[in-house]
């Protein structure tokens, strides 16, 4: 099996916080476990360079925008290097390669007769980089960004969003798993339904951007060319073995902000160039900083690689996935991070590791479970929730399994069994303890990939070093 996950492309008008690092890490978590399954894995991630705000970002500090853009796309790759993340792939959308594949593409949708020339008159609001209508303002502002939009009158190209209303609704119920969770879908469904018109697909007032293929004086709306990158990454009319491969992408994860573009403009422009749709998009929740919206204007940003040095990369991808369900809004706090790591990561998982191992030792139960790096510590319970996005059961199901071994040992008491001379008892409590904390490690290896692998050479070895040392206080 081939699994091909996507993140959305980010915007480079700022570095990433916590909220950027969410998605990437679930995608690296999915891509992960889907490598351990033994499946053909593409994970993409990269930046969308074409947007109007990273010209106004470049402006501001005065420099020439490709400059700017190559600086800080330099930045999101080190930062995703940095956390450990294990994309195949790192897209920009100022490379050649897109540059062809969007070439490519429009041209296909123009042959369909999808594109026609009209007149855009309205708002236009740079932080979404979207067209706005009277309704979606709130006192006269866009409500994200707390701003009035601007207000455009110009020539431009439009794409037949409308030609494929009834196709797409026609998608949405005869595939009830395209778009999740479910409370989007309905979301997604009545807007297709009752609200979406034809969209404008070119600029002509705008320098930077990828040109309208003949037609010099207009620039292509950047969310129609970011959204190509899905397909030029696996070599979209270039590459045709690569394509077949991994195309249609099992799963696009996008933030819940934009789930219309990625559910109703985009399979209508892949209707419409005869391009497969993919298989799934799974819309996260956003989460609030200590039950505030994250906000550079509050100063409560939170930046991945500080908290990665100060806890470890892996204790903040457990944090993620433990603590807020996924598909759901929830909330991030440093607090509630060092409550999981003292409790459930040193305390459960970590003692249970050491104190276990130091029996084994003591007591000379040298022959540890027959232990491989694969998948056979897997519950079922933990596939499915895996198969399913269920990120955060597939932690709860790990979670179980150290709870459990802590129980067995307060039941068992295998220092008692030692000093009783019950030899075969201690030894088949031992090794149940030993097999418990290896599936612990199976499952936790998507999630926290050092420190399975910690684990497992602990077990091979067997020695009882502290997973959790203690911390540096902040
Ligand atoms: N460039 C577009 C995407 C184009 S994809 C073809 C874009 N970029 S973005 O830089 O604004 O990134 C948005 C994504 O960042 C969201 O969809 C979400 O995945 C993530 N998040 C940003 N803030 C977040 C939170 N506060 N909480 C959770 N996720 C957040 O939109």
């Not at 360079?49 to 106004?56: D, I, L, S, T, Y």
Request: one cysteine or more.
């Amino acid at each position: 099996m081939k699994f091909y996950v996507t993140t959305p492309i980010y915007y480079v008008n700022d570095k990433p916080h916590i909220g950027h690092a969410y998605t990437t890490i679930a995608a690296d978590v999915l891509a992960r476990y889907h490598r351990l399954k033994g499946d053909e894995v593409f994970f993409l991630t990269g930046t969308d360079e074409n947007a109007q705000k990273n010209v106004q970002a470049a402006e501001k500090l005065n420099k020439d925008t490709q400059t700017y853009v190559d600086e800080m796309s330099f930045l999101w790759q080190k930062t995703w290097n940095d956390l450990g993340l294990s994309h195949d792939d790192f897209i920009r959308t100022t490379e050649e390669r897109h540059l062809v594949a969007v070439k490519k593409f429009w041209e296909a949708v123009q042959a369909k007769g999808d594109i026609y020339e009209g007149e855009y008159e309205g708002w236009y609001c740079v932080g979404c980089e979207s067209f706005k209508t009277e309704s979606d303002l709130v006192n006269e502002e866009c409500p994200s960004h707390k701003k009035k939009p601007e207000w455009l009158k110009e020539k431009n190209y439009f794409f037949r969003l409308t030609n494929y209303r009834d196709q797409l609704l026609a998608h949405i119920d005869a595939h009830p798993d395209f778009i999740q969770p479910v409370a989007r879908r309905n979301e997604v469904r009545s807007y297709v339904e009752k609200f979406m018109t034809d969209v404008s697909i070119s600029r002509s007032s705008l320098k930077w951007g990828i040109q309208v293929p003949g037609d010099e004086d207009q620039r292509i709306y950047v969310w129609f060319d970011a959204l190509i990158n899905y397909l030029t990454a696996v070599g979209y009319g270039v590459d045709e073995v690569m394509f077949k491969k991994f195309w249609p992408a099992d799963l696009h994860l996008v933030g819940k902000d934009i789930i219309k573009f990625h559910c109703a403009l985009w399979p209508a422009m892949l209707f419409s160039a005869g391009v497969a749709l993919p298989h799934h998009v799974f819309a996260h929740g956003f989460f609030t900083i200590d039950g505030e919206k994250m906000s550079k204007t509050i100063g409560n940003v939170i930046d991945p690689i500080a908290v990665a040095q100060n806890f470890g990369a892996d204790v903040l991808r457990y944090f993620l996935f433990r603590e807020i369900t996924f598909g759901e809004d929830g909330d991030f706090s440093i607090a509630r991070l060092e409550q999981r790591y003292d409790g459930e990561l040193a305390s459960e998982l970590g003692n249970l590791v050491q104190r276990v191992l130091i029996m084994a030792q003591k007591y000379g139960v040298a022959s540890a479970p027959k232990i491989e790096l694969s998948i056979d510590g897997w519950t079922k319970d933990y596939t499915s929730a895996m198969n399913e996005f269920r990120l955060h059961d597939g932690l709860q199901e790990a979670g179980r399994i150290v709870r459990e071994a802590n129980q067995l040992i307060d039941k068992q008491a295998p220092w008692k069994l030692a000093k009783d001379g019950k030899r075969e008892e201690l030894e088949q409590v031992l090794n149940e303890l030993l097999t418990m904390i290896h599936a612990v490690a199976c499952m936790l290896e998507p999630f926290m990939p050092t420190t399975s692998e910690r684990i497992f050479s602990q077990l091979k070895i067997m020695t009882a070093e502290p997973l959790f040392p203690r911390r540096n206080v902040i």
